[in-house]
């Protein structure tokens, strides 16, 4: 359980503010929740899922710490300005912004659906949190190393189109590092094999059935989600890496980039 996971150390973000996109469940939420373990006051965002992101507010005021939730479609400009908005006026500003919200498998959507969001919704929300990031804070992108080894290591053809969206989306926020650095913000991209109990390795293994069993037995290991959580949590408190890259799981089977 997420819950005997304590990833940083107590106290270590006292009086620091952290928005994690996407957190009212899996990695997000158990990111912000080791976020308000070490004394931040979080911003829970979700899409469609409002109950579950107020629940978890409930439990981590329990810790003593703000918990803001605020609902915005990341696709939508005028949602993601609405929201850092209200984050402006609970909190005057932000330490930490985990991209964490991804997507792309769902079925029904637009053909350029993933894009939009794995892409040009990524860039908008820092551009749009820019105002708000101070100086010292941290941004960390979540990615998956299907997606970040995606030029020089093929992934199931199911996983392509979000994997090369998820890539565009990385390098397009990375073209804006020499920015933040100016501005005494601190990038840096975690990225993880194959997650177990994610959404994305259950849409994979409903469309690829023994995906992740294969992939478990070629890597050795695979991270859960409450373990994967906390790289992405000391991501946003450890030095950032020279490459700014995290790299978490098994990378063998992956060529350079």
């Known amino acids: ?5 304590t990833p940083l150390p107590q106290g270590s973000l006292s009086g620091k503010t952290a928005l994690v996109t996407g957190s009212s469940r899996g990695i997000g939420a158990d990111t912000v929740r080791y976020f308000a373990q070490a ?22 005021r329990g810790l003593g710490v703000e ?52 892409r040009d919704a990524q860039v908008n929300v820092l551009e749009t949190a820019l105002p708000l990031l101070r100086e010292g804070s941290r941004v960390v992108f979540v990615t998956s ?15 392509e189109p979000v994997a090369l969206s998820k890539r565009a989306g990385e390098d397009a926020l990375r073209e804006r590092i020499p920015e933040l650095e100016g ?16 959404i994305t390795a259950t849409l994979l293994e409903r469309a690829n059935p023994g995906a992740i069993a ?7 290991k695979l991270y859960n989600v409450a373990e994967f959580a906390a790289e992405v949590a000391r991501a946003a408190l450890d030095p950032v890496p020279a490459d700014n890259t995290r790299l978490v799981g098994d990378t063998d089977s992956f060529g350079e980039e």
Not at 1 to 5: A, C, I, N, Y
Not at 68 to 91: I, K, Q
Not at 191 to 198: L, Y
């Open 39 to 60: 004394g931040a006051n979080v911003v829970i965002n979700y899409r469609n899922k409002a109950p579950r992101a107020e629940k978890l507010a409930g439990e981590l």
């Open 1 to 5: 359980m997420s819950e005997t996971l």
């Open 214 to 220: 294969a992939r478990r037995e070629d890597a050795g």
């Open 145 to 159: 190393h299907q997606a970040h080894f995606i030029r020089t290591t093929p992934t199931m053809p199911e996983y």
């Open 67 to 118: 918990a803001l939730v605020v609902g915005a479609d990341l696709t939508d400009p005028e949602s993601v300005r609405a929201m850092f908005a209200e984050v402006e006026r609970a909190f005057g500003g932000l330490d930490i912004l985990v991209l964490n919200a991804s997507g792309g498998m769902e079925s029904g959507m637009a053909e350029d659906y993933a894009l939009q969001l794995n």
């Open 183 to 198: 501005k005494g913000i601190g990038f840096t991209v975690v990225s993880g094999d194959m997650i177990e109990g994610t």
